[in-house]
């Protein structure tokens, strides 16, 4: 790797450097600073060298491994140098190069460039000597111990959130997906909505034709047609008002015109464009506000995504991607994401069901000097006391998590867990069996490395060295044949394997079905993902309602299918599949199935989840019939469609 390196320099500046390196031993300059970086590639000039030069050599060497790292490449993503903070970002701007100017002979720019820290301080190349000064204390093989010896039971969190975990609704509602998702698109946020489209969409208008506002109907019947796209994914949009016999899709003609969309698309805006104005007339200046076009329903999403649930006492921190490559200064390159290009969002997500409850918008780095770095500040930020309450596990991944973060969430009463790097530890590589286990505390932090098919190292405060707990893995054997074996595995492994994919879920719910398409605007691309949070938020709330009431909930595509309906007012409302019309009898009496309380039962239409022995003798379906679980008079009450045809 190293030769490499060499190699590639000196097709970058020439057999030139090698000269005068040669020309420097000969004269026996060993003034330190004033010839480093003064040569590239070290080898044997002059067998007649004196102390002096001998003392060159080493400090030339010393350089070289400095100005080698800089060309070597960073495989992990990840800017890994001075990393005092601990917050190292990913750019996709190309690593800049050594000028030649930087390592010509002159003594200003010799002595400038040539200090170990000014080397170290550029994107963090110097990568050996920056470990060592970004650590909070410095770790001997000595400190960690084995599995076998005993580690203290650490202070167990005692769970007291601000709020009761779960869905902030009444327990008995009974809600319809149009009413989850109002609760993050109310009445008052499209309102807004159209006071600033109408208003952009009359600015920009300049047909002979007057600006006709849009109502409040056919915003409902936009939002359908945004949903609908993403249930049915077409190459184009025109495609969905194509009528040839390939595409031939009713539904979008039905419920509104092609250029009735294209319309709306254009006018679409979420901020006022007097304010717009006045904040584009502040550029260049601390007032600007980069996100002021979509403030107003940014901060919207945000105080609804945290009134209408509150999270469970395992929750996650991570990042986010909204696809993009717009020329914006938002945007930004994430190496190992499968998203890489797009705007950067940091997610507090209920580990249990994926819930998105915060989130903010990711600027760049802004007050430099007050911030602790970017992970630090998210997660102090988003994890906040106040909101959560008291007791609460968060478990991130090793971008955020520090010795310093860890201790001041433990002040807030805020336990975590999370993979950490090892050059944050100190940790050096030790050969080990598959299994093995050491560890070693410090004050209330447990570091814990155990040997998988890689190494893995955790950081936790409310975790145990060991529980002995196990692990099955495949594992070839010596003879070449596979089999399962059982590993020890630390407890804090298995936690964060089961918590750590709260925001993962969320990201995978919006993926199935998003509306995120291509725009000429970025900020349409933040109200399009804004749109994914409502939709999948309201459906996981539809989720946890169904639970409580021992309801079978609908999947995420039936539940996206009936908010279209119901937005575009094209169908009957969400409620189960209740009496068929053929039963107009006014008799209907219960009757057991076989005549016995335990056999022949079946599985209850209304509910379809417990079974049961009783049946409706008229509708013929099985139906509950308990105190605690009366589908049968759910199944038997009039729907407003039944009472609209009687009159």
Known sequence: MR???????????????????DDTVENGKSSGNENKLETIELEDSSTESDASSVDSKEELQDDLDLVLDQFSDDDDGYDDGDDADWNPEVTPRKKRRTSLSSISPSPAKSSRTASPSSVQSKKGKGRKSSVSRSLPFSISEDKWKSVDEPDIEPTQPHFRPRLTPGVQL??????????????FFSKSVIRTILENSNAYGAMRHKEKKPWQDI???????????????????????????????IYSL????????????????????????????????????????RLCRIKP??????????????????????????????????????????????????????????????????????NVEQSKGISYDAVISLANERLLGAGYKLFVDNFYTSPKLFRDLLAKKIWACGTVRANRIGHSKKQAPRGNIRWFREDNLLF???????????????????????????????DGVWAIQDFSVPAAVLDYNKHMGGVDLSDALIGYYT?????????????????????????ILHQ?????????????????????????GTGPEYAPNRMPPACTSDSHLPKHISGHSTFGRRTCKMCKIHKTPVMCETCQVALCFVPNRDCYREWHKPRPSDESDTE
Request: glycine residues 4%; hydrophobic residues 40%.
């Open 250 to 289: 009713p539904y979008p003609a039905k419920i509104m015109s092609g250029r009735t969309f294209f319309r709306m698309c254009a006018a679409l805006h979420v901020s006022d464009p007097k304010l717009d104005a006045e904040n584009d007339a502040k550029k260049g200046t601390p007032e600007y506000d």
């Open 170 to 183: 009444v327990s008995n509602a009974s809600c319809s997906p149009l009413q989850y998702f109002e609760l």
């Open 3 to 21: 030769m490499d390196a060499t190699l590639k320099i000196k097709e970058e500046f020439g057999d030139g450097i090698k000269e005068e390196y």
């Open 544 to 568: 946890q309602m169904a639970k409580m009431k021992n309801q079978k909930p609908l999947t995420q595509k039936a539940f996206r299918e009936a908010l279209v309906r119901e937005l575009a």
């Open 448 to 478: 814990v490395e155990w040997k998988d098919k890689r190494d893995v190292l955790m950081c936790s405060t409310f975790h145990k060295a060991f529980n002995g707990d196990t692990i099955k893995r495949n594992v070839k054997g010596a």
């Open 297 to 366: 329903l940014y901060q919207d999403i945000r105080d609804a995504c945290r009134s209408s649930f509150h999270p469970f006492q395992n929750i996650s921190i991570d990042e986010r991607m909204v696809a993009s490559k717009a020329r914006h200064g938002l945007k930004q390159y994430m190496k190992n994401k499968p998203t890489k290009w797009g705007y950067k969002l940091f997610v507090l997500a209920d580990s249990l069901c994926g819930y998105t409850w915060d989130f903010f918008i990711y600027e760049g780095k802004m």
């Open 215 to 245: 109502s409040v109907k056919d915003f409902k019947t936009y939002l359908a047609m945004v949903i609908y796209m993403g249930l049915l994914k077409c190459f184009s949009l025109k495609d969905y008002w194509k009528r040839s016999d």
């Open 515 to 539: 509306v995120l398409h291509k725009t000429r605007k970025w900020y349409r691309s933040f109200f399009y993902h804004f749109v994914d949070i409502a939709v999948v938020n309201a459906f």
